[in-house]
C-alpha cells in the first residue's frame, strides 16, 4: 500500500496566500494599534503652519545663503489692532533701507550690520531699527542694515564674505549677536524641525557648520529638514523621522558654543583683513550664554559692546514676539555711544 501523496500544487498555493493574507491583517491591525496608541498619548501627524497671513515674503532662496532679503517695499499689518502698520523696505542690493535718501552713501564711513530678524527689525518699521537709529544718531556713519531673519553666525560669516568679495570695504563690522545662533550654526534638529514646520517666508534649509576631528570647522551646505512619504498621515511615520534626524545629528547640539565662538573668531579675522574694525553686539543674551561668549572674544583682542537687556513682555511688538521700537532704540543709543567718532 502506498500513503498519500503529496499535496496538490493548488492547495499548496491557497495556504500560502492565506498566510500571507493574515500576515498582513495582522501587520496591518498591529500599525493601526500603534497608530492609535501615538495620538492617544500626543503624537500627531506631520503638519505644515503657515508663517503670519499677515507678512508679505520678505525672502528669496539662495544656494548657499539657504534664503536671502527679497528687494521691494511692503506696508502691511498691524500686528495688533490699534498698533501702527509695519513698513519695510529693502534695497536692490538686498539691504534694508536705514535713512530716509538711501543713495546718501559715501557721506560717512561705512558700517556694516550683520545679524538676525533683531539686528533686521522684524516686526518694526524701518525708521524703528536699531540700525536707522544708529543712523541718526551717528550722521557721520553710513550704516548698512544687511540683518536678515532667522540667520546664524555662520551665515552672517557667509554673507559678510560675499559682501567683501564683491568690492565692498566697510570700516566697520557689527555683528547683533543674540543666544538663538548657537543652534542655528550647527544645524539643531529642533531649529531644522522648526524651519521645516513653518512655511511661507522661503526659510528652509540652512547650512551649518562641525567640528572637524583637527578642530576646524567643516562648513556644510543648506540641508532641509527630512521630508518621510505618508508623514502628513501617520504620526508613526513623523515620529520614525524625527527620532532618526535627531539620532543622526546627535552630536551637533553639544558643539554649539564652540562652533559660534569660531565663527566669530573668523568673522574678525575677515573684517581684520579687509580694513575693517570687527564687534560683537550684545543684544539680548543670558548670563550663561555671556559666559560662553564674551571671555572669549576679549582674550583674542575682538571688541565687545554689551547693549545686552532682557525682553519681558513690554518690550515685544504686540500681537508679535519680536522687540519693538523701544528697545531698538535703547539699542542704537548704545551702540552710537560704544562706537568712537
Known amino acids: 500500500m502506498t500513503g498519500p501523496g503529496p499535496p496538490a500544487r493548488g492547495s499548496v498555493v491557497k495556504r500560502l496566500a492565506l498566510l500571507a493574507t493574515v ?34 515674503v520678505l525672502h528669496d ?72 537709529g544708529l543712523q541718526a544718531l551717528r550722521p557721520d556713519l553710513a550704516v548698512e542694515n544687511r540683518g536678515t531673519g532667522a540667520y546664524g553666525t555662520f551665515q552672517a560669516l557667509l554673507l559678510l564674505e560675499r559682501v567683501l568679495a564683491s568690492g565692498e570695504r566697510p570700516a566697520r563690522v557689527l555683528y547683533g549677536f543674540i543666544p538663538q545662533h548657537g543652534a542655528r550654526n550647527v544645524g539643531d534638529p529642533s531649529w531644522l524641525k522648526a524651519l521645516g514646520i513653518l512655511s511661507g517666508q522661503n526659510i528652509t534649509g540652512p547650512p551649518y557648520t562641525t567640528l572637524a576631528a583637527d578642530g576646524g570647522l567643516i562648513r556644510h551646505p543648506p540641508e532641509p529638514y527630512p521630508a518621510w512619504p505618508l508623514r502628513a498621515h501617520s504620526a508613526a511615520m513623523t515620529l520614525l523621522q524625527d527620532t532618526s534626524y535627531a539620532f543622526a545629528a546627535r552630536d551637533r547640539a553639544r558643539t554649539s558654543d564652540e562652533v559660534t565662538r569660531r565663527l566669530v573668531a573668523e568673522m574678525a579675522e575677515r573684517s581684520r583683513a579687509a580694513g575693517a574694525r570687527f564687534s560683537v553686539v550684545l543684544l539680548s543674551v543670558g548670563a550663561r550664554e555671556r559666559e560662553a561668549i564674551v571671555p572669549f572674544a576679549r582674550a583674542r583682542g575682538i571688541d565687545v559692546i554689551d547693549c545686552d537687556r532682557p525682553l519681558g513682555l513690554s518690550d515685544r511688538v504686540p500681537g508679535e514676539l519680536h522687540p519693538n521700537a523701544r528697545v531698538h532704540a535703547a539699542w542704537a543709543e548704545c551702540v552710537a555711544g560704544a562706537l568712537a567718532p
Open 23 to 56: 500576515s498582513a491583517a495582522s501587520m496591518l491591525l498591529a500599525l493601526v494599534a500603534l497608530e492609535g496608541g501615538l495620538r492617544a498619548a500626543g503624537y500627531r501627524p506631520w503638519r505644515q503652519i503657515r508663517t503670519n497671513p499677515l507678512e508679505p
Open 61 to 132: 532662496p539662495d544656494a548657499e545663503l539657504g534664503w536671502v532679503l527679497r528687494p521691494g517695499h511692503w506696508r502691511y499689518g498691524p500686528y495688533a489692532p490699534g498698533a501702527t502698520p509695519v513698513e519695510v523696505t529693502i534695497l536692490p542690493d538686498r539691504r534694508r533701507r536705514t535713512r530716509p535718501n538711501p543713495d546718501l552713501s559715501g557721506r560717512g564711513a561705512p558700517v556694516l550690520l550683520l545679524g538676525c530678524s533683531f539686528t533686521f527689525g522684524w516686526a518694526v518699521s524701518d525708521d524703528e531699527t536699531w540700525a536707522w
